[in-house]
C-alpha cells in the first residue's frame, strides 16, 4: 500500500462524518402553513379586482430564524391562478419590498418587479404580539400588497394564520 493510499485510508472517516457536520450546522427554521383573506382593496375598482374577500393560501419557511432568508408564498385561484413569493425577513417594517409573482389568466403572466409587499404585523397566536421562533406553534401575519395583481395603484391586505407543520405535536 502506497503512503498516498494509507493518508487517504486515514481520511475516510473524516470524509464521511463532514456532510453530517455540515448538516447539523444548518440554521435552524420552522416552516408554516395555512391561508387567510385578502381584503380592503383600494385602487382597484376600475379593473374590477378583487370583489370582495378573496380566500388565500399561504406558506412561510422562516428561515431567518438562524440566519438565512425566509420566503414567503401566497396563492389564491379565482378565476385564474396567483402567486407571490416574498423572500426576505418576514418582520414589521416601514418599508416596500419587491416581490416576485405570476398569474396565469389562459396564459402565463410574469408580474415583473411592480409588486410590493410591507409587512404590517407578525403576531404569536393568541395575538399578544413576541417574536416567533421555531418553537411558535401558530403565528398571524398581515402584509399590504401594491400593484396587485399587476393593477397599477391597486392595493390589498392579506390577514394569515400560519401553524407550524414540521414540528413534533403540531
Not at 73 to 98: C, E, I, K, M, Q
Request: glycine share 12%; aromatic share 8%.
Amino acid at each position: 500500500m502506497t503512503i498516498f493510499h494509507k493518508c487517504l485510508t486515514a481520511l475516510r472517516p473524516l470524509a464521511l462524518s463532514l456532510p453530517l457536520a455540515l448538516m447539523a450546522a444548518l440554521p435552524a427554521k420552522a416552516e408554516y402553513m395555512g391561508g387567510g383573506y385578502l381584503s380592503d382593496a383600494y385602487g382597484c375598482e376600475a379593473s374590477g379586482w378583487p370583489v370582495g374577500t378573496e380566500m388565500v393560501r399561504a406558506r412561510l419557511n422562516a428561515r431567518q430564524l438562524g440566519g438565512w432568508t425566509s420566503e414567503l408564498v401566497l396563492n389564491f385561484a379565482v378565476g385564474g391562478s396567483n402567486t407571490y413569493r416574498f423572500r426576505g425577513d418576514v418582520a414589521r417594517a416601514p418599508r416596500w419590498h419587491r416581490v416576485e409573482g405570476a398569474v396565469v389568466w389562459g396564459r402565463l403572466y410574469d408580474l415583473g418587479s411592480r409588486t410590493q409587499i410591507r409587512i404590517l404585523s407578525v403576531d404569536l397566536a393568541p395575538y399578544m404580539g413576541g417574536t416567533i421562533s421555531e418553537h411558535s406553534p401558530t403565528i398571524r401575519l398581515r402584509a399590504r400588497i401594491r400593484n396587485f395583481n399587476g393593477i397599477q395603484g391597486c392595493a390589498v391586505t392579506a390577514t394569515l394564520m400560519l401553524n407550524a407543520w414540521d414540528q413534533p405535536g403540531s
